[in-house]
Protein backbone atom coordinates (compact mmCIF):
# COMPACT_ATOMS: atom_id res chain seq x y z
CA UNK A 1 0.00 0.00 0.00
CA UNK A 2 1.71 3.13 -0.82
CA UNK A 3 1.37 5.89 1.61
CA UNK A 4 2.89 9.66 1.14
CA UNK A 5 4.83 11.37 4.00
CA UNK A 6 5.48 15.26 4.50
CA UNK A 7 7.70 16.86 6.07
CA UNK A 8 8.78 20.87 6.64
CA UNK A 9 6.38 23.00 7.21
CA UNK A 10 6.45 25.10 10.13
CA UNK A 11 6.04 28.99 11.26
CA UNK A 12 8.27 31.40 9.17
CA UNK A 13 8.29 35.15 9.07
CA UNK A 14 7.30 37.29 6.02
CA UNK A 15 10.36 37.22 3.66
CA UNK A 16 11.54 34.06 5.17
CA UNK A 17 11.74 30.27 3.44
CA UNK A 18 10.87 26.83 4.18
CA UNK A 19 10.99 23.15 2.18
CA UNK A 20 8.99 20.54 2.20
CA UNK A 21 9.49 17.15 1.03
CA UNK A 22 7.15 14.16 0.64
CA UNK A 23 8.06 10.65 0.39
CA UNK A 24 6.40 7.96 -0.75
CA UNK A 25 6.75 4.38 0.62
CA UNK A 26 5.22 1.29 -1.28
CA UNK A 27 5.51 0.44 -4.60
CA UNK A 28 4.82 3.59 -7.50
CA UNK A 29 5.65 4.74 -10.08
CA UNK A 30 4.16 8.81 -10.28
CA UNK A 31 3.90 10.19 -13.75
CA UNK A 32 3.26 13.46 -11.72
CA UNK A 33 4.00 14.55 -8.32
CA UNK A 34 2.18 17.63 -7.02
CA UNK A 35 1.46 20.26 -4.20
CA UNK A 36 -1.72 21.82 -3.16
CA UNK A 37 -2.83 23.87 0.13
CA UNK A 38 -5.80 24.88 1.25
CA UNK A 39 -6.78 27.77 3.75
CA UNK A 40 -9.33 27.80 5.83
CA UNK A 41 -12.49 28.59 4.14
CA UNK A 42 -10.78 28.35 0.68
CA UNK A 43 -10.83 25.41 -1.72
CA UNK A 44 -7.73 23.66 -2.01
CA UNK A 45 -5.84 24.95 -4.90
CA UNK A 46 -3.05 23.40 -7.35
CA UNK A 47 0.65 25.53 -5.95
CA UNK A 48 2.52 23.57 -8.88
CA UNK A 49 3.33 20.17 -10.16
CA UNK A 50 6.25 18.38 -12.09
CA UNK A 51 5.77 15.19 -14.40
CA UNK A 52 8.33 12.42 -14.78
CA UNK A 53 9.96 13.72 -17.69
CA UNK A 54 10.39 17.11 -15.88
CA UNK A 55 8.64 19.43 -17.03
CA UNK A 56 7.02 22.05 -14.16
CA UNK A 57 3.44 24.23 -13.74
CA UNK A 58 3.41 27.06 -11.36
CA UNK A 59 0.64 28.93 -9.97
CA UNK A 60 0.58 32.57 -10.83
CA UNK A 61 0.61 33.70 -7.07
CA UNK A 62 4.14 31.41 -6.30
CA UNK A 63 5.77 32.01 -9.55
CA UNK A 64 8.98 32.84 -9.18
CA UNK A 65 9.24 32.37 -5.08
CA UNK A 66 8.92 28.42 -5.21
CA UNK A 67 10.57 25.27 -6.48
CA UNK A 68 9.13 22.37 -7.23
CA UNK A 69 11.91 19.05 -7.84
CA UNK A 70 12.02 15.50 -7.70
CA UNK A 71 14.26 12.67 -6.75
CA UNK A 72 13.00 9.81 -8.44
CA UNK A 73 15.26 7.82 -6.84
CA UNK A 74 13.97 8.67 -3.65
CA UNK A 75 10.34 8.45 -4.64
CA UNK A 76 10.10 11.92 -3.56
CA UNK A 77 8.94 15.67 -4.20
CA UNK A 78 10.21 18.95 -3.20
CA UNK A 79 8.81 22.75 -2.66
CA UNK A 80 11.17 25.26 -1.89
CA UNK A 81 9.29 28.01 -0.90
CA UNK A 82 11.58 31.48 -0.84
CA UNK A 83 10.04 34.95 0.14
CA UNK A 84 6.94 33.82 1.85
CA UNK A 85 4.02 36.07 2.60
CA UNK A 86 1.33 35.74 4.70
CA UNK A 87 -1.29 34.94 1.91
CA UNK A 88 0.97 31.42 1.89
CA UNK A 89 -0.31 30.16 5.10
CA UNK A 90 -2.17 27.00 4.56
CA UNK A 91 -2.27 23.02 4.89
CA UNK A 92 0.21 21.83 2.53
CA UNK A 93 -0.65 18.38 0.74
CA UNK A 94 1.44 16.22 -1.90
CA UNK A 95 -0.01 14.34 -4.28
CA UNK A 96 1.18 11.71 -6.96
CA UNK A 97 -0.56 10.06 -9.83
CA UNK A 98 -0.20 6.54 -11.00
CA UNK A 99 0.53 5.89 -14.78
CA UNK A 100 -3.06 4.61 -14.35
CA UNK A 101 -4.29 7.69 -13.35
CA UNK A 102 -4.75 6.69 -9.43
CA UNK A 103 -4.47 9.69 -7.10
CA UNK A 104 -2.45 9.47 -3.75
CA UNK A 105 -2.61 11.91 -1.21
CA UNK A 106 -0.21 12.94 2.19
CA UNK A 107 -1.95 14.05 5.09
CA UNK A 108 -0.66 17.63 5.16
CA UNK A 109 1.53 19.70 6.58
CA UNK A 110 0.69 23.45 7.84
CA UNK A 111 2.63 26.49 6.60
CA UNK A 112 2.09 29.58 8.63
CA UNK A 113 3.64 32.76 7.89
CA UNK A 114 3.65 35.68 10.48
CA UNK A 115 3.53 39.15 9.07
Known amino acids: QVQLVESGGGLVQAGGSLSLSCAAS???????MGWYRQAPGKQRELVAD???????NYADSVKGRFTISRDNAKNTVYLQMNSLKPEDTAVYFC??????????WGQGTQVTVSS
Open 26 to 32: GSIFSIR
Open 95 to 104: KYTDYVGKNY
Open 50 to 56: IYSGGSR
